[in-house]
């Protein structure tokens, strides 16, 4: 969506053959528009990036803590 704002706001100047803030303000509006969806959807992915790795790393610790504790057990001398 940025560079077909931009795009569009190059191809109007060369058709009006002149800069006006008319000509370019629809391209550069609609670059806009979609860096701040682009940021937005960003922000929103790389916090649930970050929810899902903390989850993702809980796991594992339980799995560490069970096989530590499993091996102990192994570990340990049989009582007579």
């Known amino acids: 969506g940025t560079v077909s704002g931009m795009i569009r706001t190059f191809h109007n100047i060369s058709v009006a053959n002149k800069i006006d803030i008319s ?22 992915a790389y916090f649930f990036y970050t929810i899902l790795t903390s989850m993702i790393d809980r ?22």
Do not use: Q, R
């Open 23 to 44: 000509t370019i303000a629809s391209g550069i509006y609609e670059k806009m528009v979609t860096s701040a969806t682009g940021l937005i959807v960003g922000i929103i």
């Open 59 to 80: 796991a594992v610790n339980k799995m560490e803590i069970t096989a530590i504790d499993f091996l102990d057990i192994l570990h340990k001398p049989a009582s007579k």
